[in-house]
């Protein structure tokens, strides 16, 4: 354990000031861990590194770590990357984003990232609220469940960022909870290295602003129900449609090693310029 | 051996929009992200023609204008000159980007075309409607650099000036254009490339434990690498201290903004661009901008013909605003008038830096149409 927090120390910021600001029982920083083991395997540079992210308590990330990183604006975390992984494809472009910077003000931009198949690693964070704002509902907060503008419950039904992103041809889309470290290690490493874009949707639990107003009684609670409800997705797709609802499908959803835009950019320039045989 | 270099410039017909491309692409210009809307399109579509031939030209096509912007920030950030286009309604979505360029020092150049609004407006109408909107359209106090262009050669080297500008002051730079200029073709010179200056950004000598990106220095500008260069650093739309890190502290934060305007305020002589036109003997002087500002440059030929005192003033740099040359004018002349394509967006700062010493005329066309020369003689003359 004293080795893996050691792993971690190296990559953070020691100029910049702790304390941080999630809560106690986040999970972001259980992804951030992840996220950093992940790195590290992959043997990439710190300099190589640009790790991007939107508004919001995911959007707080990339101040801690030793990369080069960006605080963009609400929702258009991607497009920043869009121009960053362009500029120069040599660099690693990771873009850190919550539900509600992923699918609602962003949404627009997730689909189309996916739709061009950038080269980039993209993490969201689902916690399925507004943390940072106080706990509003966001396009993924559960039908029925409460959040402070939806008191009587979420008549909406619910975005799964997964299956979108699947839908709008990313290269690799997975799913892993915080309870899954190693999984999610595994997966966030292949999210890495392959090439296109790729996506992982981290369920992270948020007990200050979802727990408490959806009657998990301590943050302990929530990540046992996550425990307990998540199921590997070959499970998942035996089970009877009626109790799919009630668990978090986890592992790989698709997986394919098409070229990224910027790798096709360049064989064009080839093609257009002649020195493409 | 002594031989005399032929000069590289040459002559072609072009439209305003493809004079901006000529201009981008000599001042260094190597990415293009935007999203079409009339009546700058056309920039966009040469660009897309055009920046893959070279080595290192990137043209996308983003999803939306506010992701056109962000595309262009973030190659900004990885070390290219990089621009965007856009009109209107497109513009009024960008706002929060610019802000973010602004806070976050990134060089970029944002081309408008104006056409009439509000809202879709009249997409191939001219107007000048977006003057204070390129100055304070995006929240929150910021310094920023507006730029404006009446001719397609003008087109081209404000294109060029608005590059210079943004990397020597790490600072968004906006072009305004307005649909008559962006769409009239006509003969310009595209000047040989040693011919020309270009500034581009500093980069730092430091070693990067020594780097601070938003540091407090005389020029109030940072030395800035590309990301990627070895120089981590953290970019960030909160107000942040010398280091690039979040901060609420008083003085911090006083100090910061007071850098960011400082640092275009204290070279405000270098970014003004005017043109001073039979202004030594004017009598009545005309302040005019963008295409209005050709249709004033014959009405004061026509005055001049007829025994009349009139000079013109044209503004292509509009903000910082040109506030001593408007000043010298205003106590020069007996009265001065100022046409635009708008309900007043520029005779409000004439009026504002007035304070009682001249008359201050205006003609305010909105209905689409240019303002014609005969238009502007009619009210010069009457004083």
Redesign the interface.
């Known amino acids: 354990m004293a080795k893996v927090t050691q792993l971690i120390h190296d990559y953070l910021?020691h100029?910049?000031?702790f304390p941080h600001v999630f809560c106690p029982g986040c999970g972001h920083g259980i992804v951030l861990g992840s996220l950093i083991r992940s790195v590290h395997a992959q043997d990439i540079p710190?300099?190589?590194i640009?790790l991007?992210a939107g508004i919001g308590c995911s959007g707080r990330i990339?101040?801690y770590v030793?990369?080069?990183?960006?605080?963009?604006?609400h929702g258009?975390a991607l497009?920043?990357?869009?121009?960053?992984?362009?500029?120069?494809p040599?660099?690693k472009v990771i873009v850190i984003m919550g539900d509600g910077d992923a699918m609602s003000i962003g949404g627009?931009?997730l689909i189309?990232a996916a739709r061009r198949n950038i080269g980039l690693t993209t993490l969201v964070l689902n916690n399925h609220i507004y943390g940072m704002t106080g706990g509003q509902s966001s396009s993924t907060t559960p039908f029925g469940c409460y959040s402070t503008t939806t008191p009587y419950g979420q008549m909406e039904k619910e975005f799964d960022i997964a299956e979108i992103s699947k839908a709008c041809g990313a290269n690799f889309v997975a799913r892993a909870t915080v309870m899954q470290a190693n999984l999610m290690d595994r997966l966030i490493s292949t999210a890495l290295v392959n090439p296109g874009f790729n996506l992982v949707e981290a369920i992270t639990p948020c007990h200050t602003q979802f727990g408490r107003k959806n009657k998990y009684k301590s943050t302990v609670d929530m990540y046992k129900w996550l425990k307990k409800n998540s199921v590997s997705m070959e499970k998942y797709k035996e089970l009877p449609p009626e109790k799919q609802k009630d668990v978090v499908s986890t592992g790989v959803l698709t997986h394919n090693e098409c070229a990224g835009l910027e790798e096709r950019?360049v064989q064009?320039?080839l093609k257009?310029?002649g020195e493409a045989k | 051996m002594a031989t005399t270099k032929k000069k590289k410039h040459k002559e072609i017909f072009a439209l305003g929009n493809e004079a901006v491309v000529e201009g981008a692409l000599l001042a260094g210009c190597d990415f293009y992200a935007g999203y079409p809307i009339t009546p700058s399109t056309e920039i966009a579509e040469e660009m897309a023609r055009r920046l893959p031939h070279l080595e290192e030209g990137v043209f996308i096509q983003m999803e939306d204008e506010i992701a056109g912007l962000g595309a262009v920030i973030g190659a900004s950030l990885a070390g290219r000159k990089a621009m965007t286009a856009t009109s209107g309604p497109g513009f009024s979505l960008m706002q929060e980007h610019i802000g973010y360029a602004s806070i976050t020092e990134t060089p970029l150049v944002l081309v408008n075309v104006m056409r009439a609004g509000p809202s879709t407006g009249m997409p191939t109408s001219p107007a000048q409607g977006d003057v204070q909107q390129a100055r304070w359209g995006t929240h929150g106090d910021h310094p920023i650099i507006v730029l404006s262009a009446g001719d397609v050669q003008e087109c081209l080297e404000m294109t060029v000036t608005a590059f210079n500008f943004a990397e020597k002051y790490r600072t968004p730079v906006i072009l305004l254009l307005d649909e008559v200029t962006a769409h009239t073709r006509e003969k310009i010179t595209i000047p040989d490339p040693e011919d020309i200056y270009v500034c581009s950004r500093l980069l730092p000598s430091m070693p990067p434990e020594w780097y601070m990106p938003f540091e407090d220095n005389m020029r109030g500008v940072s030395a800035m690498p590309p990301l990627g260069s070895g120089y981590r650093y953290h970019v960030t739309g909160l107000t942040h201290d010398d280091h690039g890190y979040p901060t609420s502290k008083p003085k911090e934060v006083e100090s910061f903004i007071n850098r960011i305007f400082r640092k275009i305020d204290q070279f405000f002589y270098d970014i003004q661009i005017v043109d001073e036109i039979q202004c030594e003997d004017a009598e009545a002087c005309i302040i005019a901008y963008g295409c209005v500002g050709r249709a004033a440059e014959m009405a004061v030929q026509m005055a001049r013909q007829q025994g009349e005192k009139v000079g013109l003033l044209k503004l292509k740099t509009l903000f910082p605003f040109p506030r001593p040359f408007v000043e010298k004018m205003l106590r020069q002349c007996s009265s001065v008038l100022v046409p635009e394509m708008n309900m007043g967006q520029i005779s409000r700062e004439v009026k504002r830096v007035n304070q009682g010493q001249s008359k201050v005329n205006t003609i305010n066309r909105i209905d689409g149409q240019i303002i014609t020369p005969g238009e502007i003689l009619k009210k010069i003359l009457k004083g």
């Not at chain 1, 497009?79 to 362009?86: H, M, Q, Y």
């Open positions: 910021r100029s910049k000031k710190k300099d190589d640009v991007v990339p101040v030793d990369f080069n990183t960006v605080h963009t604006t258009r497009t920043f990357a869009t121009g960053i992984k362009l500029a120069n040599r660099l627009n931009h189309h950019y064009m320039r257009i310029t």
